[in-house]
């Protein structure tokens, strides 16, 4: 669904069941494209340059190898997504043609991610936060975990370089 907002005002604009067979997740959006963690649908990349038609222009998926893709982000040309137990980093430059460049594996469940400058933010299982250097989305590297002793997250916003994480007292 796509919707105007004006002042007081919601207005539908556009629709489409095109776009994801699975449950949505979290959804990105950069430019003229939409990204959806679809589930078991995998990465499914939408073009939404027409608001009221949007329309789907491809999807990648690993053939349920990695699980439902739960949460993805969008820095410039790279994605970020949270996979079943692993993070994996996406060039979407083409973005008709999503490609895998790198992965942590069992990294532990993951939830929503986030990214900019070079970083990703993920809201990890068992109320920890993961910090990952993604400079190089080849090889994406852990930097450091916040633990679950300081904070049990429930969800994480980014403003700026300050990550701000609303949970309870771990």
Request: glycine share 14%.
């Given at each position: 669904?796509?919707?105007?907002?004006?002042?007081?005002?919601?207005?539908?604009?556009?629709?489409?069941?095109?776009?994801?067979?699975?449950?949505?997740?979290?959804?990105?959006?950069?430019?003229?494209?939409?990204?959806?963690?679809?589930?078991?649908?995998?990465?499914?990349?939408?073009?939404?340059?027409?608001?009221?038609?949007?329309?789907?222009?491809?999807?990648?998926?690993?053939?349920?190898?990695?699980?439902?893709f739960f949460s993805v982000t969008v820095s410039s040309n790279t994605l970020c997504a949270s996979v079943g137990t692993d993070f994996q980093?996406?060039?979407?430059?083409?973005?008709?043609?999503?490609?895998?460049?790198?992965?942590?594996?069992?990294?532990?469940?993951?939830?929503?991610?986030?990214?900019?400058?070079?970083i990703a933010y993920l809201r990890g299982s068992g109320g920890s936060n993961r910090i990952i250097n993604i400079a190089t989305p080849s090889?994406?590297?852990?930097?450091?975990?916040?633990?679950?002793?300081?904070?049990?997250?429930?969800?994480?916003?980014?403003?700026?370089?300050?990550?701000?994480?609303?949970?309870?007292?771990?």
């Amino acid at each position: 669904y796509v919707f105007s907002i004006s002042g007081t005002s919601i207005t539908q604009v556009g629709h489409t069941t095109d776009i994801i067979s699975d449950s949505g997740y979290y959804m990105a959006v950069s430019g003229s494209q939409i990204y959806l963690a679809g589930g078991t649908s995998g990465l499914v990349v939408g073009d939404i340059s027409n608001s009221a038609h949007p329309s789907k222009q491809s999807a990648f998926t690993d053939g349920g190898l990695c699980q439902n893709f739960f949460s993805v982000t969008v820095s410039s040309n790279t994605l970020c997504a949270s996979v079943g137990t692993d993070f994996q980093v996406f060039d979407v430059s083409m973005p008709g043609q999503p490609t895998l460049l790198g992965q942590i594996s069992g990294i532990g469940y993951g939830g929503q991610v986030l990214a900019q400058n070079g970083i990703a933010y993920l809201r990890g299982s068992g109320g920890s936060n993961r910090i990952i250097n993604i400079a190089t989305p080849s090889s994406p590297q852990l930097l450091t975990t916040i633990p679950n002793t300081s904070v049990w997250n429930n969800t994480i916003a980014l403003l700026g370089n300050i990550l701000y994480v609303v949970g309870e007292n771990g």
